[in-house]
């Protein structure tokens, strides 16, 4: 199954022009000026200055999105739907031909048996950790003297892991090479330092204290040891909290955080001076490896992986992109390197990933090794996150965040001069920089990092990667690539009934491989006639299946005609299973449940898209990872990086609503199927009408699209956007200097291609003006022909406002104006004015309002209420006409209608808290309706910080403070705490609240055996990743406080030092 061996590419030269152009097969982006990024989904930010796409799940842009339903395919399949259900049930179900189909037909899905994994992290450590033959000699040269030398150094070393033997093997090895005398004493200083070192660092006080003491007079004493023992008990409350369960004077536990800090030291030290990797683990504590099996039941690496990791580039600290394809272990390697620039290197890391859902999921995931191995994991995403980030002295930080909330934790850092304490930024899905708003984000925060940080190392990682020659140009980058595959994944293509493969020996890329086995009725060939009853059967309920579909509409349409032609004997399959799903979603829902869900589910089906809450998202999610569920129709809020069990992924038509599907979407959604520890085989079909064929068989045989820069594209959000960050943040002063940097991003390296007409240097010159213009900076233009373009740049207080707020550059003037407009008349007697002025502008592009309703919610408001629409432009007659249907002569601006309207959802979901009644009663979905309340919050966040540098509009500050908090926690105040632990929502806070787990503490301290028995449907797996993600923020803001109490308990510098200083001679 492995594909061709490994393919070192060095870092490529520019690329000449003739050879880029036989590249880039396909056009590039046209230019685009505004964007309102439609459908996109959001979340809060209160505490972040950043409003845009934070929790966007879907990654083709806009298909899954409210005015998705829209479209002509929707419209098709509501006919379709309608056209199923005036079909009487009675007749299939009496028909023996249906009920054949029924029955699965697995003759052609063989199961592999997964092969048992091969153990080879041994003390010896062939493979993987170092050279086998390396490994060997350090124990054949190591002689008897040394080994006993170790033996009497410290009573520890009866412990010691094999990685610190090792090391103490390979500093003998030198010794004896260069035929030194053996440096016992200096070895057994470095480990009593380690040692001093770790003890200091878990009772970071007892030197402090020491200090403290051996410097103060005894009459202060007696003050500052009441003061100190307040911040010792302080400590030793919170510490005690974070380590909950662990006896605090457990020796072995002592003993092993001794081992595991000693181990850190020696692998610090083997990494600072060796170019050759001879720790246990690349460098790491042996406890790494051990928390892998533990953790992910990963026992040896993949061969790429180890060649990757012990890369001379890597070694070199260059930055890399490595390229493999879906499922093939990517992040494994990413992870490591994290660890080693956490644990060895001592620095922070950022981890950027594409959306809030993964992000949080990575963050469940590594708090179990950030507990182990005592570094912090803060979560950046939604409305998550602290800017500038607290410095901490004790512990490294892997802070994981969106796209969004990255680039805002860069520019703080920037600001506050503190980027290069970031060592490492890794980016998962890099090909998303070609992706719109979120990609021109994405390339500001790699620009910006290696502008100005020449020591943050860079590392990038996608399966569907093209021109990596461009991106490698980029980010100065090595490049590194395999065609490795744990699982085979099989491609086919339905044509009619037959069943093809694909093939690139092939003449046409396809070979025919079988006929589909089916037999169907007249009504059901009429139903299904492309199959898909049949194709699923082959496969569930015993395996997963998942069914992509253009639009949402689509998945529900799909999801319920199957059920409708299944066998019944397809609910008996864990019955009760799904019986308490459908309860549980019943309570999220607070009583009520989707129609289509109530149908489906006991047969095992769902469908899953952007119109469902994230609550019900990740019950749906589990239910199916679990194989309660078995098959889920989907949009492409399942594409990318997700790790669910899909034995067989169909794609029902190679359309995203009503675009051809492109090939990296299409690579990225088959890529699903057969995923490494979950399945042992995968396959995927495209089922294709016959007036696609020939467009199918370019999509087969056809590259993966290139990746283009999006800053151009995004102009205001994107190229505005940046040029006047780099002058607010200081990073360039002039047109020169901009100049410079922009030759230094993505665009820059592209832009011969992308904008023919004009040079790089017109183009900054333009937006710049631009900026001028519209009052966010001040300066001079000097003309083309004058050479000397150094004169200064600065950023007016709109500007600074614009770029603290995040707000894209489209909307700061309209921002403006409806904030001064507030000062003359706002009106307070209820939030729905400032509501008004937090919604978010880029979202009334796709609303449109049902007037009866509009005028419905209108007339409930109070008096005072409805002159808020007059205030902001909207009238009563106005309403009033559009709900009867009158025709209106007056011009009117719809975005202020639309924004009115919006804000009345918002109204109404803060006076509810129940998405499900507002989403009824506005006739929107509830994905919607949360999305709208999530963009909102951000925006907020937004708006507050754009309030905060404009002096006129302080008066904004206290009020929008205590909106953007009640649009974020729209839920009862006391699940706050508990909610704020990465990936426990509503829902699971309120069954953990009713079950006594009121705190952050509670949580923290709790046994996740309790929790399994007293929450209901909850997995050991989940509890122990809730508990462990609630130590770990426990741990956080408990390091948090000890590092203010630090900070105000130290003793200031005595001012008369100063004096004696300047008057002595
Ligand atoms: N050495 C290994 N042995 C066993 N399983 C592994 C190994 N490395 C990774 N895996 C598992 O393989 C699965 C897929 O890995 P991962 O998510 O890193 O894939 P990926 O390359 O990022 O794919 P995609 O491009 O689709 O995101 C994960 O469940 C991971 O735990
Ligand atoms: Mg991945």
Sequence with gaps: ??????????????????????????????????????????????????????????????????????????????????????????????????????????????????????????????????????????????????????????????????????????????????????????????????????????????????????????????????????????????????????????????????????????????????????????????????????????????????????????????????????????????????????????????????????????VWALSSFGIELGFLIEEYAGSKGRFPPIKRRMKKSLYIATIEKGHSLVNSLIETGRVSDLGLVVVDELHMLGEGSRGATLEMILAKILYTSKTTQIIGMSATLNNVGDLQQFLQAEYYTNNFRPVELKEYVKIRDGIYEVDDKAENGLTFSRLLNFKYSSNLQKMDPDHLIALVAEVIPNYSCLVFCPTKKNCENVAEMICKYLNKEYRNHRENEKHDLIKELKNIGKGHLCPVLKRTIPFGIAYHHSGLTSDERKHIEEAYSAGVLCLLTCTSTLAAGVNLPARRVILRAPYIATEFLKKNQYKQMIGRAGRAGIDSAGESILIVQEKDKNLVRDLINSPLENCYSSLFVEYTKGLQGLLLSLVGLKIARNPEEIYHFMCSTLFGVQQQFLSKEKSLSDITREALECLIEKGLLKGKMISKKEQKSQSNLEITQLGQATYKGSIDLAYCDALYRDLKKGLQGLVLESCLHLLYLTTPYDMTYHCNPDWMIYFRQFSHLSSVEQKVAATVGVSESFITKKASGQAIKKDVDNSVVNRLYLSFVLYDLLKETNIWNVSEKFNMSRGYVQNLLNSAASFSSCVLHFCEEMEEFWVYKALLTELTKRLTYCVKAELIPLMEVAGVLESRAKQLYDSGYKTLAHLANANPETLVKMIEHLSRRQARQIVSSAKMLLSEKAEALQEEVEELLKVPKDPSEDIILITLP
Excluded at 123 to 139: D, L, P, Q, R, V
Aim: neutral net charge; aromatic residues 6%.
């Design 1 to 362: 199954m492995e594909g061709s061996g490994p393919v070192v590419r060095r870092k490529s030269r520019p690329v000449s022009a003739r050879k880029r152009s036989r590249d880039r097969a396909r056009s590039p982006p046209a230019r685009k000026r505004a964007s309102p990024g439609a459908g996109q989904e959001l979340q809060p930010a209160p505490a972040s200055p950043e409003y845009n796409n934070d929790s966007e799940e879907d990654m083709f842009g806009d298909y899954d999105s409210f005015s998705g339903n829209d479209s002509l395919l929707a419209q098709v399949d509501n006919m379709e739907q309608e056209c199923i259900q005036s079909i009487d049930m009675t007749s299939y179900t009496k028909n023996k031909e249906d009920q054949a189909v029924s029955e699965p037909m697995f003759e052609d899905l063989q199961l592999q048996n997964a092969k048992s994994m091969e153990l080879v992290f041994s003390a010896a450590g062939n493979g993987t950790g170092f050279k086998t033959e390396e490994g060997s000699n350090f124990w054949r040269t190591t002689n008897e003297q040394e080994n006993r030398a170790l033996d009497s150094g410290d009573c520890i070393s009866e412990e010691l892991p094999s990685s610190q033997l090792l090391y103490f093997q390979e500093m003998s090895k030198t010794s004896v090479d260069s035929r030194k005398p053996s440096d016992t004493k200096e070895r057994g200083k470095d480990m009593n330092f380690c040692l001093d070192k770790m003890l200091n660092q878990s009772c970071p006080h007892n030197a402090e204290h020491n200090k403290i003491n051996n410097v103060l007079s005894p009459s202060t004493t007696s003050s500052l040891s009441k003061r100190q023992s307040l911040k010792d008990h302080l400590k030793n409350t919170m510490t005690g909290n974070a380590k909950a369960q662990t006896p605090q004077f457990s020796r072995t536990k002592q003993l092993k955080e001794a081992v595991l800090s000693e181990e850190i030291c020696v692998a610090k030290k083997t990494i600072e001076t060796s170019s050759v990797d001879i720790g246990p683990f690349y460098g790491l504590p042996s406890k790494v490896k051990d928390l892998l099996v533990r953790f992910r039941g990963i026992e040896k690496l993949y061969e790429w992986q180890h060649t990757c990791l012990t890369l001379e580039s890597l070694q070199q600290r260059k930055n890399l992109i490595y390229s493999l394809p879906t499922s093939g272990g990517k992040t494994l390697v990413a992870e490591i390197l994290i660890l080693q620039e956490l644990l060895c290197r001592q620095k922070d890391v950022l981890m950027v990933l594409p959306y809030v859902a993964i992000v949080q999921e990575k």
